[in-house]
């Protein structure tokens, strides 16, 4: 399974977005610090939910590195977060 599947499917079951964009940004990243052959290496996300209602900035990226685990996290080179309530 691809990763940027995989990222979905562990943010729709930890969170229940009501808006959940993952691009594979590694092209752009082709030459530079971190980058796979065949990408999958660099990422954002973008994610709108409730969950996140009264959390800082902070623990929002610390429960969405939680959800992804540490297997997943250890394989992703970079991944830019915009993470918001709706």
């Known amino acids: ?3 940027s599947e995989e990222i979905r499917q562990r943010l729709e079951a930890a969170f ?3 808006e959940l964009q993952v ?3 590694s092209e752009a990243h082709r030459g530079h610090a971190g980058y ?3 990408g999958e ?3 954002r996300v973008k994610l709108r939910s409730e969950a996140f209602a009264g959390q800082s900035r902070i623990a929002r990226h610390r429960a969405v590195h939680a959800a992804l685990g ?3 996290m250890a394989a ?3 991944l ?3 993470l918001d309530t709706p």
């Open 41 to 43: 290496s660099h990422f």
């Open 80 to 82: 830019a977060l915009d």
């Open 70 to 72: 540490a297997d997943l």
């Open 1 to 3: 399974m691809p990763r």
């Open 76 to 78: 992703i080179h970079a």
């Open 36 to 38: 796979q052959e065949g």
């Open 23 to 25: 691009e594979d940004e």
């Open 16 to 18: 229940a977005p009501v």
